[in-house]
Every structure is written in structure tokens, then in C-alpha cells.
């Protein structure tokens, strides 16, 4: 497990990406956020995490993180900290648990410093969001995403992936005294690049969630007409036209998607 056990979990972490900033799939009894949420992010700490992740273990995988916790302490160059922090990340990746996998790729981005790095680990920490249920953990994950994207983006400003996954965190677990942050960050990004396709598909996408089927329409039709390859545009499109009733526009981008999916 080395450079190829890294690059793995970049992949795996940019299809989950897609899934996550592209499709909603998360239970709509679990979409509302929680009134008593503090407006700073206070949160568990990463040893709490691994103790509760570590007690849950079978005994090969808990065998197979404490080998690589091993490597960790005897390793005395950052070259091969980084690399034992990379196959911890993608391990932890491996066993559903992307809050630690995200912590790890953290500690890689503080060895490497470089935008890549914080980008994976950001959006890392942003799958954690989906997937875990609990509170604290979710705010530990919120807390985190934020710093690494803000600093991927401010290694490169001109990359608009960090600055939309970065207003997507927000969207999707909101400061209790910004609620509509999130949202508002990809309102101004659209204002500054209005054909801009990643925007205009989350736009779309949030729109649908809001049931505001019109606007979702208008951003994705857009988006379609930039990109009409663009495969989370094009479903999300179908999606939008059946919310308004319009069957046969649905089923027409419906099959589009497929086609797209299928390719």
C-alpha cells in the first residue's frame, strides 16, 4: 500500500463527491437541521472518534490499523509520514469511516502543503457529512472541511471547485446564526460567473430540494445548454421538470441521463 493505495482514495473520494454535491441522497426525516445547534462549530475530537470506531472493529481490520499506526511512530521523515498517514486515510476510507479517513489526509495536507491535498482532504471531511448521523460528529467534520478547503482555495483562488464545495458544507450542516450561508455563497458566485456550470447545477440541484421547481429549470436548463454532456445537470434537469408536472420533458432527459450515466 503506497502511491497507488493514495491515488485510490483520491478516486474514491471524487466519485463519492459527485454523488454527494450531485445527487441528494440523504432521508428527508434527517435534512432539517437542528434548531439548538451553536453558531461556532464545537465538536468531538478525533480521539473520541477513535475510540468509538476502534471498539467496533473486526480483528483484522483493528490489526491492520495498529500495523499503520506503528509505521506512523517510527517513521521519521515527513516523506514517510505522509505516506503511512495516506494509507491510514484510505484504510479508514475503506472501513466507512470518513471522518478519521479525513483527519489523516489532514495530516498529509500539513506535511505537503499543497492545494490537492487539502482539496481530498476537504472533500473527505464533506462525505463525512452525508453519511454520519450523529451530531458532534457532524460538526467535527463541518469544523475541518471548512479549514481544508479554505485553504485549498486560497493555494489557488482561480479553482471554483473549493469555493462551491466549500459553500456546499455550509448548505448542508449551516451555522445556527447564518442558516442561509451556504446558499448565499453560491447566490454570489453565480452573480460573478453566471455561466458558470458547477454553480448553476448546485443551484438547480438546492432548488429542487426547496421544491422551487421553476428556478431549478432555469439554472439547469443553462447548465444543460453550456454543457449538455453534463451528466449531474442533465439529471437533475429530468428531476426538476417532473417536479413541475412536465412528464414529457422528465422522460426525455430522464433517458439523456441514463444515457450519460451509462457512459
Not at 521519521?76 to 472501513?95: E, G, H, M, N, V
Not at 449538455?228 to 421538470?241: E, G, I, R, V, W
Amino acid at each position: 500500500m503506497n502511491k497507488s493505495q493514495w491515488i485510490l482514495i483520491s478516486a474514491a473520494v471524487l466519485f463519492f463527491a459527485v454523488l454527494y454535491f450531485g445527487f441528494d441522497t440523504k432521508p428527508s426525516k434527517h435534512k432539517e437541521v437542528e434548531k439548538q445547534r451553536a453558531s461556532s462549530f464545537t465538536s468531538t475530537d478525533i480521539n473520541s472518534l477513535l475510540v468509538d470506531a476502534k471498539s467496533g472493529l473486526a480483528a483484522q481490520a483493528s490489526a491492520s490499523v495498529m500495523a499503520l499506526e506503528g509505521t506512523v511512530e517510527k517513521a521519521t521523515a515527513d516523506t514517510a509520514k505522509a505516506t503511512a498517514y495516506k494509507r491510514l486515510s484510505s484504510l479508514w476510507f475503506q472501513l466507512e469511516k470518513p471522518g478519521i479517513a479525513g483527519y489523516y489526509a489532514e495530516k498529509v495536507a500539513e506535511i505537503v502543503r499543497d492545494e490537492e491535498a487539502w482539496s481530498i482532504a476537504g472533500t473527505t471531511f464533506s462525505l463525512c457529512l452525508q453519511r454520519e448521523q450523529e451530531e458532534k460528529v457532524k460538526s467535527f467534520c463541518t469544523e475541518h472541511a471548512v479549514q481544508a478547503l479554505e485553504k485549498a482555495a486560497s493555494l489557488n483562488p482561480a479553482n471554483m471547485q473549493h469555493k462551491v464545495n466549500l459553500a456546499l458544507v455550509y448548505a448542508e450542516n449551516p451555522p445556527k446564526d447564518t442558516p442561509m450561508k451556504g446558499i448565499l455563497m453560491l447566490v454570489d458566485l453565480n452573480k460573478q460567473y453566471p455561466d458558470d456550470v458547477l454553480v448553476l447545477t448546485q443551484l438547480g440541484r438546492l432548488a429542487i430540494k426547496t421544491s422551487q421547481f421553476d428556478k431549478a429549470v432555469q439554472r439547469l436548463s443553462r447548465a444543460v445548454e453550456l454543457a449538455p454532456n453534463n451528466k449531474a445537470a442533465t439529471c437533475h434537469l429530468a428531476q426538476a421538470y417532473e417536479g413541475l408536472g412536465e412528464a414529457a420533458k422528465a422522460a426525455d432527459f430522464k433517458l439523456k441521463c441514463e444515457k450519460l450515466v451509462g457512459n
